[in-house]
């Protein structure tokens, strides 16, 4: 059974950073395009940033582009989400989600495993 894992979120002042961190129980996780999506109150789920299977690719949305960063290390299976200056906007759950040679990176739809997600909060 998969499972994903997310934790590093917590409450944060304005301009201050955080690191997410998702943990996956996939013996072939080096073969899955990971991603991370957040989830406002009252909004859509909105894409974030994935990364290729090998890592060497990477996609941010614009709206984080130049303050996040998405990384992985396949020999802990985990994937990141470095979160640098964060702005009041940024509150949100946000997960993690893994898809199997995904075509179109910024479609949830395309992610077959989803954690159950961590609440950012940032104060301003």
């Known amino acids: 059974q998969v499972q994903l894992v997310e934790s590093g979120g917590g409450l944060v002042q304005a301009g201050g950073s955080l690191r997410l961190s998702c943990a996956a129980s996939i013996r072939t996780f080096s073969m899955y395009d990971m991603a991370w999506f957040r989830q406002a109150p009252g909004k859509e789920r909105d894409f974030v940033a994935a990364i290729s299977r090998s890592g060497g690719s990477a996609i941010i949305a614009s709206s984080v582009k130049g303050r996040f960063t998405i990384s992985r290390d396949n020999d802990k299976n985990t994937v990141y989400l470095q979160m640098n200056g964060l702005k009041p906007e940024d509150r949100a759950v946000y997960s993690c989600?893994?898809?199997?040679?995904?075509?179109?990176?910024?479609?949830?739809?395309?992610?077959?495993?989803w954690g159950q997600g961590t609440q950012v909060t940032v104060s301003s």
């Open positions: 989600a893994a898809g199997y040679q995904v075509t179109t990176w910024d479609n949830k739809g395309a992610y077959e495993y």
